[in-house]
């Protein structure tokens, strides 16, 4: 920071943002990457399908809450994966 004095409001309200930068953040990141961890064993196939689809719901449902990303596009990422799982097993 410059030499600039700021009120102390100011000052809670940069940390408060740091903070809740680097929370969704990695809320965010842990979605996409629950999201491509299941697209991967819904194509290999196997045992582990069911599990990485699930794990991404939840992975998805928990960004949600935190605010990270929006519900609507919490439930529409769960609802791509399902299809897909659906798709491959009828495949």
């Known amino acids: 920071m410059a030499t600039k004095k700021k009120k102390r409001s100011s000052l809670k309200r940069i940390r ?54 929006h519900k609507n596009a919490a439930r529409r990422g769960r609802s791509r994966v399902a299809k897909r799982q659906n798709k491959a097993a009828k495949a």
């Open 16 to 69: 408060q943002t740091t903070r809740r930068t680097s929370i969704k953040t990695i809320a965010t990141s842990a979605a996409r990457t629950a999201v491509k961890n299941a697209r991967k064993a819904i194509e290999q196939g196997g045992e582990a399908v069911q599990e990485a689809v699930a794990e991404a719901a939840s992975v998805l449902d928990r960004a949600a809450k935190r605010g990270a990303i």
